[in-house]
């Protein structure tokens, strides 16, 4: 680990520019269409600005991040982003599958074990199609950049707040996955195959056998003996991660704009990320109005009596019914600061495009950065 473990604990309020300068892990969530990944770059370009070694990865099957950085596809390597900074910035975008063929090929005896476990078809489904394979796939790859990646900081964007969830309790589900009876029971090397296994393992076996086929049986049986002496590392790593997600040092950001359902998904995770004993850290409001005057300076204006009819009082009329506009965005996600307090809350404003290049990142950066908290 780099000196980014020095930052702010997970139960304590952060600044985004000490999520930026000091935090060593930055899980950005948050619903999908809210600029989640943008924000995530943005952290990450801003570290790379201060000087730091920064990642950014996405466990979004969708190109947005790519997109952002400006460059044409990414890898499930570090990527470098090269641009006028003194520290490094480097991305990537998840491949579970690709992911879960290192991991295997990390925890195996010999290069034979490693073969078995690959060309196993219930593996090759198990990387394809099972719910939940993704996220603990970000989980390891998450394990992988802090720990032997050597940057300062990883900054994930993760799915949907909802699969989110998902990637946060990866590691618990994993480890009890993992110590269950019947997985320990067709884990255990025996001659006597199932013979020998327990009545509970022996009825799910004949129950699946009946249902699925027996070729089905006999390749998960075969999946899970090729494990052998393989959980334990599983298991370490999946405990390693749960330490690394409520460690100081790890900020949670959660990124939300002034929609009904944005705001809804925001106050759920928020609430679900307490129940976990993970405080959010940060909230950035994204695509807010802008709110051109006070209502002082608006008052003033009345005050001075424009002519009506005339094309002062036409924008005079349109900065009104900006700042109505503004102000009932403030009302809607009033509860969502409430229940995040005291998270410093920051607004990134509505541009005039969308960001598609390295451009578009850095003036979401230098609004982000460029502000304080309120």
Known sequence: MTDGTAGTATTGATSIDQVAAECSVVICCGSGGVGKTTTSAAIAL???RRGRRACVVTIDPARRLANSLGVGDLSNRPTRIEGPWPGELHALMLDPKGTFD??????????????????????RNLTGTLSGTHEYMAMEKLHELVEEGGFDVVVVDTPPSRSALDFLDAPRRLTHFLENRIFQALMRPTRAGLRVMGLAAQALLRTLAKVAGTDIVTDAVAFFQAFEGM??????????????????G????????????????A??????????HMATSALVLNRVQPRFASDEQLAALDAAGVPSGTDLAVLVENLRGFTLASDREELAYADLVAKVAPAPVHRVPLLTTDVHDLQGLVAVADALFGQAAG
């Open 46 to 48: 801003e570290a790379a």
């Open 267 to 276: 106050v759920h995770f928020a609430d679900k990320l307490a129940e976990s």
């Open 102 to 123: 290192d991991l295997v090929a990390r925890y195996a005896d010999s290069d034979q074990q490693a073969e078995d476990i690959r060309v196993n078809r219930i593996y």
């Open 250 to 265: 790890t900020a949670f950001v959660l990124v939300a704009s002034p929609r009904p359902d944005s705001i809804d998904e």
């Open 231 to 248: 959980e334990e590392g599983f298991r370490q790593r999946a405990a390693r991660v749960r330490e690394l997600l409520v460690q100081p």
